[in-house]
């Protein structure tokens, strides 16, 4: 459930050339605050995998709410006490 989340997330992420050789700048448009830049297109799509996996490590413990992506959804089920 969470890899299949990861991988929809990434396949939204869109990238753009930064101006006067600058690398590049990525971001997952329906996660806000999910966004990365690197030198490399290859560092930047790492980075952004590492902005997301914290992105979703602190919601959940938060136990903030996820946008449903491409038909996966995270749930944050709280515990019966």
Not at 48 to 77: K, Y
């Amino acid at each position: 459930m969470l890899i299949a989340y990861i991988q929809a997330a990434l396949r939204q992420a869109t990238y753009e050339i930064l101006p006067d050789n600058e690398g590049y700048y990525g971001e997952i448009p329906v996660l806000q605050g999910v966004y990365a830049n690197a030198e490399t297109l290859e560092a930047c799509r790492e980075e952004l995998q590492s902005v997301l996996e914290g992105r979703i490590a602190l919601g959940l413990a938060l136990g903030h709410s996820f946008p449903d992506i491409d038909g996966h959804t995270l749930v944050v089920q709280k515990d019966a006490a």
